[in-house]
T-cell receptor, first 104, second 116 residues
Framework: GQNIDQPTEMTATEGAIVQINCTYQ??????LFWYQQHAGEAPTFLSY????GLEEKGRFSSFLSRSKGYSYLLLKELQMKDSASYLC?????FGAGTTVTVRA | DGGITQSPKYLFRKEGQNVTLSCEQN?????MYWYRQDPGQGLRLIYY???????QKGDIAEGYSVSREKKESFPLTVTSAQKNPTAFYLC???????????????FGSGTRLTVV
């Protein structure tokens, strides 16, 4: 499978911004997905970037550079409920996930 | 409402036993997938199927088997050859397989398998 890299953990304060990076070995022009997973639950879809650039969806934004094999997920105005694991997916492969902890 | 159903939610397996995890979808999706997740790790692909009566091995297929006799169903059997089966198993489906593009997944709620 693909080698997809994400940081293991990130911690931020409520109301702050956090950026989660994802790098992968690009092959072709496939886009990239981001999912949120709370402990013990299935992942839920957050975003999909098919073209280069920034996609904004409320408090969450995602950026993609296909030529560089690089994406990031930006979480703004962090809330306690955003504490979860965030996984990027390229084709059939997932990164190991980044656990975000939001502190009061 | 359309969706994807996994059963059972929890499953206990004795050493040397085969067990089968069920995955059923009524979304009319062509492609279905099985992933395994170990604590603190991402999802690893076991098997996937892009069309009925056809399936391909993923990265960690050893000790597992699947069938795809119906579009709606993609059961996973964990055989006794899988030496470390304790994990969270997730089934997913998508409109079409990767050969036709890049599609989002709908996930089932997962099955937690424990060896006792």
């Amino acid at each position: 499978g693909q080698n997809i890299d994400q940081p293991t953990e990130m911690t931020a304060t409520e109301g702050a911004i956090v950026q989660i990076n994802c790098t992968y070995q690009t092959s072709g022009f496939n886009g990239l997905f981001w999912y949120q997973q709370h402990a013990g639950e299935a992942p839920t879809f957050l975003s999909y970037n098919v073209l280069d650039g920034l996609e904004e969806k409320g408090r969450f934004s995602s950026f993609l550079s296909r030529s560089k094999g690089y994406s990031y997920l930006l979480l703004k105005e962090l809330q306690m409920k955003d504490s979860a694991s965030y996984l990027c997916r390229y084709k059939l492969s997932f990164g190991a996930g980044t656990t975000v902890t939001v502190r009061a | 409402d359309g969706g994807i159903t996994q059963s059972p939610k929890y499953l206990f397996r004795k050493e040397g036993q085969n067990v089968t995890l069920s995955c059923e979808q009524n979304l009319n999706h062509d492609a279905m997938y099985w992933y395994r997740q170990d604590p603190g790790q991402g999802l690893r692909l076991i098997y996937y199927s892009q069309i009925v009566n056809d399936f391909q091995k993923g990265d960690i297929a050893e000790g597992y088997s699947v069938s795809r006799e119906k579009k709606e169903s993609f059961p996973l059997t964990v055989t006794s050859a899988q030496k470390n089966p304790t994990a969270f198993y997730l089934c997913a489906s998508s409109i079409a397989g990767t050969g036709r593009g890049n599609y989002g997944y709908t996930f089932g709620s997962g099955t937690r398998l424990t060896v006792v």
